[in-house]
T-cell receptor, first 112, second 114 residues
Framework: GNSVTQMEGPVTLSEEAFLTINCTYT??????LFWYVQYPGEGLQLLLK?????DKGSNKGFEATYRKETTSFHLEKGSVQVSDSAVYFC???????????FGTGTSLTVIP | EPEVTQTPSHQVTQMGQEVILRCVPI?????FYWYRQILGQKVEFLVS????????KSEIFDDQFSVERPDGSNFTLKIRSTKLEDSAMYFC????????????FGPGTRLTVL
């Protein structure tokens, strides 16, 4: 079946530090992969996505590369800001797009 | 920018009562979804809906749950007889072009069952 395993949190970083949040997946077929972000008190917002192997999604300084050989989609940012404090969810969409499978979420706190 | 809206933002109900959670998806989207997130846990899929019928549903989506698109704009989730364990944040989402298209999520309805 399909599933997403995400790095456990919480993660606390100083401003301008490098961020990596690991995400690996199990899927049949050719899933699309997504990172969503949830700011306090808000819903889920798409951060970036990749729809096929070796695609790199990027947005707001965040990047993730779809690695089929390692079934991974790790999220990275070179220099985090306080405003990046949120919960980050890795997700995959099955072949039909009938549902998303979410990871458990990783809480990130960036301190000045 | 178009967005998914949900009402109410917070619903408090007594155990055994029926609740209806409402969502207005993005107007040109054809695929609709409900998810829930119990506090501190992962976002869980409940149901997907396309062409006026359920496409897929999870084990959570038992006979107590139903979905409906009563008119051209609303998409509702009904819980017939709420249980304490139904307390969660419920998110509606819509999509225009699965599987590669992103799902757009609403802000959620926090359901508290007492």
């Amino acid at each position: 079946g399909n599933s997403v395993t995400q790095m456990e949190g919480p993660v606390t970083l100083s401003e301008e530090a490098f961020l990596t949040i690991n995400c690996t997946y199990t899927a049949t077929g050719y899933p699309s992969l997504f990172w969503y972000v949830q700011y306090p008190g808000e819903g889920l917002q798409l951060l970036l996505k990749a729809t096929k192997a070796d695609d790199k999604g990027s947005n707001k300084g965040f990047e993730a590369t779809y690695r089929k050989e390692t079934t991974s989609f790790h999220l990275e940012k070179g220099s985090v800001q306080v405003s990046d404090s949120a919960v980050y969810f890795c997700a995959l969409s099955d072949d039909n797009g009938n549902q998303f499978y979410f990871g458990t979420g990783t809480s990130l706190t960036v301190i000045p | 920018e178009p967005e998914v809206t949900q009402t109410p933002s917070h619903q408090v109900t007594q155990m055994g009562q029926e609740v209806i959670l409402r969502c207005v998806p993005i107007s040109n989207h054809l695929y609709f979804y409900w998810y829930r997130q119990i506090l501190g846990q992962k976002v869980e899929f409940l149901v997907s809906f396309y062409n006026n019928e359920i496409s897929e549903k999870s084990e959570i989506f038992d006979d107590q749950f139903s979905v409906e698109r009563p008119d051209g704009s609303n998409f509702t989730l009904k819980i017939r007889s709420t249980k304490l364990e139904d307390s969660a944040m419920y998110f509606c989402a819509s999509c225009c072009r699965p599987p590669a298209g992103e799902q757009f999520f609403g802000p959620g309805t926090r359901l508290t069952v007492l």
